[in-house]
């Protein structure tokens, strides 16, 4: 049987997360309830669909995502969120391309840059993909501040270079670049500029190459 959960402490639970973007269980702390307590009473919460969890333990409240989408929002919000359940990280890749049209294929969920390992994380409101790269080269990119969301995301041509080159050991020749479908008329001398400080500053000659194809 089910230990059933306090009425009112799962109200004050519901009172307290309601105007966050996410929270935890340390983040209920002030609330006078054990923490073993606190993990029924958010298990519960989440099977009546009243909090939805991100990720083991991140948990957003349903009124909270009622309000973002009723200030449309919800973008923004899943921009922040991506910071969020993986840091340190940065939106780019296929997100930022398809963002900028340089990529003529649309992408499917959103597609980070983080110094931790490749990691997908899947919740109720989309996929998340993060892909590991060195830490010399964890740069190039901005934050944005929308509303109250603070977001990460790379400029259009560390994007490019981010792209590239996690696929620079499965590059075989200039058809296989052409096969990826990036819209070089949609660059830009200042991106492509970017993209080849990127370049140098990795140093390997196939990534010189592949940005030789991107200049002619």
């Known amino acids: 049987m089910k230990k059933q959960i306090n009425t009112s402490k799962a109200r004050e639970v519901k009172d307290l997360v309601k105007a966050m973007p996410y929270f935890t269980v340390e983040s209920l702390s002030c609330l006078d309830v054990k923490e073993y307590y606190l993990k029924i009473i958010l298990s519960r919460l989440r ?12 948990y957003v409240s349903g009124e909270y995502l009622n309000q973002v989408k009723s200030r449309n929002t919800w973008n923004e919000y899943m921009e922040f969120l991506c910071g969020v359940l993986y840091a340190p990280s940065y939106l780019s890749l296929e997100y930022v391309l398809n963002e900028d049209n340089i990529l003529s294929e649309s ?28 830490e010399d080269l964890f740069s190039g990119f901005k934050t944005e501040e929308k509303g109250s969301f603070l977001i990460y995301k790379a400029t259009t041509g560390k994007a490019l270079f981010d792209f590239l080159y996690l696929r620079k050991n499965i590059i075989s020749d200039e058809s296989f670049l052409s096969s990826l479908r990036i819209n070089k008329d949609q660059i830009g001398e200042d991106a492509f500029q ?21 200049a002619s």
């Open 107 to 134: 992408s499917f969920g959103f597609s980070m840059i983080s110094t931790k390992k490749t990691s997908t994380i899947k919740n109720e409101l989309g996929s998340f993909h993060y892909h590991n790269i060195k």
């Open 194 to 214: 970017e993209f080849k400080k990127y370049v140098e500053i990795e140093a390997s000659k196939k990534m010189k190459k592949i940005a030789e194809f991107y």
């Open 47 to 58: 099977e009546r669909g009243e909090i939805v969890s991100l990720k083991r333990g991140i």
